[in-house]
């Protein structure tokens, strides 16, 4: 498959853009009453038109009641899911529903400032593509968490043609030909993060510091956070294959060799082989190694047992309001 995706000519980038911002939900009815009565002044003061693409992800709060008063207003729309379907088909049900020339994601929990979306538009009308917020710090994080953040980046970059850019999250600003090159990628399995430096094409960072969340609490726990990271490993890299092959070939010449000298040692000095403690050790030792190995490819065979499958990404229950181009929209089902 052959993806074309031509940039948006530099003379037509002098004027305003018609921007689409796309914000997942999950349990952020709070936060987006904070949120969505300052957002659109900010996006009017950057875009000629623009639209807000709220996508609830089966919220059990009363995001749903926010959904209905703001799509009354112009230029906010609503996708609600049938269920949680995760973040990643969140992000791809917004970015199919805008109609903008340019696409902001950003979160809902008060964390991205809208304030920065100008900046990006100005990066845009120069020639870039793709302008992302990178953060200027993790001072807020926890010791463990910037220790795992940084091993999974070191692992997920190892020799890769393309770089994911290590305190990049999802708020970013993307030319419409970015975003229809990240649609046109077929697998189900979207760790987005990879999606964005995979499609490569012209990118700049605006370092920023995320303020505190408004309301609420991260809806990422630790294991949610480990299950992702093996998401995005698995998508991107194949060395954990590598290494159980590897680990593979190590552990059978270190047998070689250690039965090698023990045979010499018998003909040499008439030592009888020594005993059940060292054969025991050894040998939970290798089934170890064997487990892990059937582990790390069992994961590999998951995801393309998810692949041809072949099931949509998310299920809409229904749709509300109005954005670019688009009437009144108010129906249910997918």
């Known amino acids: 498959m052959i993806v074309s995706a031509i940039p948006t000519p ?12 796309v ?33 609830n992800d089966g919220s059990r709060d009363d995001t749903t009641a926010v959904f209905d008063e703001w799509t009354q207003a112009p230029g906010i729309r609503s996708i609600e899911f049938s269920r949680n379907f995760g973040k990643e088909a969140a992000l791809t049900a917004g970015m199919e529903a805008a109609n903008g020339d340019v696409v902001v994601l950003m979160d809902a929990d008060m964390q991205h400032p809208p304030k920065l979306v100008a900046d990006m538009v100005k990066q845009w ?11 200027a710090n993790r001072d807020d994080e926890s010791f463990l968490k910037q220790l795992g953040t940084r091993a999974f980046y070191r692992l ?47 990118s700049v960072a605006i370092p920023y510091e995320p303020a505190a969340r408004a309301v609420g609490t991260t809806n990422y726990s630790l294991l949610k956070l480990i299950a992702f990271s093996i998401d995005g490993l698995t998508a991107f890299t194949t060395w954990p294959l590598r290494v159980a092959s590897i680990a593979g070939m190590v552990m059978a010449l270190m047998s070689f060799v250690y039965g090698l000298f023990v045979v010499v040692e018998y003909l040499i000095y008439g030592n009888a082989v020594s005993g059940w403690t060292t054969i025991i050790v050894l040998l939970l030792f290798f089934v170890g190694i064997q ?22 990404l998310y299920v809409v229950r229904r749709s509300l309001g109005r954005g670019l181009d688009m009437s009144d929209v108010g129906h249910t089902g997918d």
């Open 291 to 312: 487990l892990i190995s059937l582990g790390i490819l069992g994961e590999y065979i998951a995801r393309i047992f998810e692949e041809v499958k072949n099931r949509p």
């Open 156 to 202: 997920i970059n190892a020799k890769a043609r393309f770089q994911v850019p290590p305190d990049a999250g999802d708020f970013r600003l993307m030319d419409r030909s970015v975003v229809d090159a990240i649609l046109a990628l077929p697998e189900r399995n979207r760790f987005m993060k990879g999606l964005y430096a995979w499609v490569g094409f012209k």
């Open 10 to 21: 530099l003379s037509a980038r002098a004027g305003l853009p018609r921007l689409s911002c």
């Open 23 to 55: 914000i997942p939900c999950y349990n952020e009815a709070a936060n987006l009453r904070l949120l969505l009565p300052i957002l659109g002044a900010h996006l009017a003061a950057c875009a000629i038109e623009w639209e807000v693409i709220l996508v």
């Open 125 to 135: 009308q120069g020639g870039v593509d793709v302008v992302y917020a990178l953060r």
